[in-house]
């Protein structure tokens, strides 16, 4: 569906989704089966498919129909923004201390009259990776953390990395650009991550981020944060990248080509990894956002039962 597209409504009227292809996520056939579990007043999920190369106009009149729409109840914004962020953002009553430090808009609520922006992305990934990593890990193994990709998740990640109990001695963030690593950066002077902590890495080739890879410690987080495998299709690693050993690989999607998901299978044996994709993460990215939308609280024997509810659709 084109942002200019308005679909016929319940009185409960719809949610929407904003992406590059939303019509292919799990989502679509998931959030009436959510809706059942919680309770909500509408079924219905509505795509605002937008290009990778969209226009600030086009963000801008995106966030404009969703706010004058009285049927739209709010979205869910993958892969765009940090775009919607910067182009919209001056169209929001409000904005969460996450959207602004992390200038990113992950979900879009409305009270009343008022439209409200927040970054969820900090809190769902934490919460996708305590699913999975030992709450001791780093200071058990001193293993390290390398994120390939400095956007919205990758510098959600750090921030929550940053703020973990248990933090790792070193994460490397890395990036194709200057711009996005110096964003970066002011993000974590802003927030008073401790000096020292962060790297920030521009790779110009995979070969770059293999080396980097290559690099790290037994036992460390490696981590695809690129978007690449899903919107686009490609890896930031060469085929021949050498996983640490032990190592933990997060392929933060889990639809798409994958190719970066592929690559560590391919090694999970040989180099001991543990393998992780994108789907808790996708469950608790959701849940979070859906819960906002329509004010629910969730507790964690909840998010379970929309975890189960989810599992079918899983591809």
């Known amino acids: 569906m084109t942002i200019t597209e308005t679909p016929a409504t319940s009185t409960g009227g719809y949610m929407g989704f904003v992406g590059v292809s939303t019509g292919s996520s799990s989502i679509m056939q998931v959030f009436p089966r959510w809706a059942e579990v919680l309770g909500l007043p509408t079924t219905e999920l509505v795509g605002h498919d937008l290009p990778m190369d969209a226009t600030p106009a086009q963000y801008r ?23 919607v962020f910067a182009a919209a953002s001056d169209l929001f009553d409000e904005l969460d201390p996450f959207a602004v430090s992390c200038s ?32 001791d890990h780093f200071a058990r193994t001193g293993a390290e953390v390398v994120i390939l990709g400095a956007g919205g998740s990758g510098t959600a990640l750090s921030w929550a990395l940053a703020e973990r109990e248990d933090a790792p001695a070193k994460i490397t963030v890395t990036a194709r650009n200057d711009d996005k690593l110096e964003h970066l950066r002011e993000v974590h002077r802003q927030h008073g991550t401790r000096e020292g902590l962060i790297s920030y890495v521009r790779t110009d080739t995979v070969e770059d981020a293999a080396a980097i890879v290559a690099a790290a410690p037994a036992g460390s987080l490696i981590v695809n944060a690129t978007g690449l495998g ?14 640490p050993v032990d190592a933990w690989v997060w392929e933060f ?43 629910l609280d969730l507790t964690p024997e909840t998010v379970e039962r929309l975890a189960e509810a989810a599992e079918s659709a899983r591809r």
């Open 61 to 83: 009149a995106m966030v404009e129909q969703i706010r004058d729409d009285p049927h739209h109840r709010g979205a869910l914004v993958t892969t765009h923004k940090m775009n």
């Open 104 to 135: 990113e808009i992950s979900s879009i609520s409305k009270r009343g009259e008022r439209l409200i922006g927040r970054a969820k992305d900090p809190l769902t990934v934490d919460l996708a990776l305590n699913d999975f990593l030992p709450t």
């Open 230 to 243: 899903k919107d686009r299709p490609g890896s930031p690693l060469p085929d021949d990248v050498v996983f």
């Open 253 to 295: 999607n889990y639809r798409g080509s994958l190719e970066f998901l592929h690559q560590a299978r391919a090694q999970e044996a040989a180099r001991d990894l543990h393998v992780v994709d994108g789907w808790r993460y996708f469950i608790h990215g959701w849940s979070q956002v859906v819960a906002d939308v329509f004010e």
